[in-house]
């Protein structure tokens, strides 16, 4: 029987089975352990040191009992310290993206999927290099900066030749004062050297979902195709790590197998990526499976109720201090206005998920991989935003000047990351609400940069935003490098 390792490069010891069966004992045992919890949520509270604001964190056993708490008042004790450390550590500033589909060719067998080999009747395209260009071009007259680019696996069709073409394309398209700074990549797990194209290729973050921890349970929901191998898939992220990838985004899509077990997984694979290459994941991500093609959603009977979504979102905040949380389209906007406040960092905005989707006039659109819950405009997203209180960012500027991977983190890790993150969201919000927002956005868009700028305690920083806002505003552009 394999053994509980969180160094081992091995999936099953990484993710032991064993193990995240004892946590979800332990945590049921420790449910209504108040002076547990307790001690649980105070170790995990932002700390003022000399080096700036920091964090324990949690481990994967601390974590499951906070999600398992059954407490009323120490659960509402939980959803306040998210939101305290989010704020300490992120402030009040949300990163937009956008996804981008290339192509809906796809070999592999996933059964929630409706890109699955089987499914002979949606529509397969793959985008030209013509396309991905009127596709970037319809993104940036949005006013979006940052992508997810996502693709079905096949080797065939979307070779990782297609996918470096797609990204020099995309990099190299400069309409208007418009510009993506960087492409982030949701692709099938792929080997090292491939992962070292990609780092050359000039990518963010590399995002790939474990669907499910569940061994037995993932076989079964990817019977066919390369996706079934659990263990190439579990360890992908390693692979990454060593083709040179800095930044890697985990997810489980939940309402395949049971929540808690999820959970500690994700905590698991977490830790190991910390064990191992020092540095945790840069994001972590929550999809909740949709109605598609040819998916009923109902058919998997692990659905979570949008109260215990809230509370998983919660506790990942709280043990992972220093990883990203990116909700997307897939959920309705009440849903993201709750759970912006719980941990949320990135949300993505007028998302479309069919391949050429973003110059397609019409819904609905017939390559599509799910349902998008949140329709808005990106205009509406941004003011909507704004007008909770939070301040929508366009910056990229962390990966442009090399603040990945490791250097990201100590940065994050003492509480620095504000320093430069605000005066950066503020000058990119402006570039947005300048050369993209309605009048209405514009207006209520610099009301709250005025007084964002204000909060920027440093004189001298806040005195140099204050004039590149201006600058921004009356287009008088320079290479911000953001
Ligand atoms: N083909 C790549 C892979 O296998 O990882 C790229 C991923 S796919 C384009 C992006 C993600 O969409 C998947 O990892 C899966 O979690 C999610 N997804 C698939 N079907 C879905 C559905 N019916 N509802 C919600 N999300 C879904």
Redesign the pocket.
Known sequence: MAVYNPKSLKAEEFINDAEILATIEYAEANKSNKALIDEILEKARPKKTEAGITCAGLSHREAAVLLACDLPDMTEKLFKLAEEIKLAFYGNRIVMFAPLYLSNY?V?GCV??PYHLKNKHICRKKLTQEEVEREVIALQDMGHKRLAI????DPVNNPIEYILECIKTIYSVKHKNGAIRRVNV???ATTVENYRKLKEAGIGTYI??Q?TYHKESYLKLHPTGP?HDYDYHTEAMDRAMEGGIDDVGLGV?FGLELYMYEFVGLMMHAEHLEAVHGVGPHTISV?R??R?DD?DPNVFDNSISDEMFEKIIACIRIAVPYTGMIIST?ESEEVRGKVLNCGISQISGASRTSVGGYTEEERPHDSE??DVSDQRTLDEVVRWLMECGHIPSFCTACYREGRTGDRFMSLCKTGQIQNCCHPNALMTLAEYLTDYASEETKKIGFELIERELQKIPNEKARKIAAENVNDIKNSNRRDFRF
């Open positions: 796809c592999n929630y999927c996502e693709s079905g696996e949701n692709i099938a790939l979902f669907e996706k899509l999809p499976i949709k598609a998916i897939r991989q799910f």
